[in-house]
C-alpha cells in the first residue's frame, strides 16, 4: 500500500496538513492535496491521505459502510475504528438522506469547556457546482462569500444547523471529491441558498 513510490509520510502529511487549515481558515474557499494523495494509488487515496494526516493511536474513528477503508486505516495508523461516538467521521461513499441524522448522533460536539473535542466529518462528494448559490457568514468570512455547494452537501449543512449546537461546541465539516479538492465548513459557519 504505501509500498516503492515517491509518498514521504512526513512531508507528505505535513503539506495535507497546512492546505487542510488554510481550507478551514478560509471557508468555501477549494484546496487541493491531490499532488500528494496521487502518490498513495489507492481507490479512496484521498480520503486515506486525510486519515494519514489526522490520525493516531489516540484516536477513534468510523467509517460509514466501507470496511475496506476503515481496515487500511487501522492498520495504517493504528486508529481504533468504532460504531459509537468518533473523533472524525469518514463518509467514503454517498448515503442516504436518512442516514444524515444517524451520522450527526455519532459525532460528538465538545463541550463548551472542551470544544475541540468535537468531530470532524469528512464528507465524500462528486465536486462543487460551478454557480456559486450558497451563501455563508461568519468568522474567516468578510461579510458574507459564496460557495458552490451541491445539494447532496448542503443536505449536511442543513442537519448540522439542524443540530442546534451552542457555540463554541460543534462539528466541523470537510467535502472532499476524488480529485483531492476540499472545502471545509467550520462549525461557527452559517449558510443560506
Known sequence: MLGENSFDEVHDCQATFRLMLHAI???GEIVCIDEYAGKLNEEDGVMLMIALTLLDKETKFFAAGN???AKAVTELTYSRHTNESAGFIFITKKIQNSDIAGIFARATPGTLVEPHTGSILLISVEG????ASC??????I???????LTEYAK???MQRNLMGYEYPAGIDIFFVTDFGEIMAIPRKV???G
Open 25 to 27: 481558515s478560509n471557508p
Open 155 to 157: 443536505r449536511w449543512i
Open 67 to 69: 470496511r475496506e477503508f
Open 128 to 131: 462543487f457546482d460551478n454557480e
Open 142 to 148: 468578510d461579510e458574507s462569500k459564496k460557495a458552490g
Open 190 to 192: 452559517k449558510m443560506e
Open 135 to 140: 451563501v455563508m457568514k461568519g468568522p474567516g
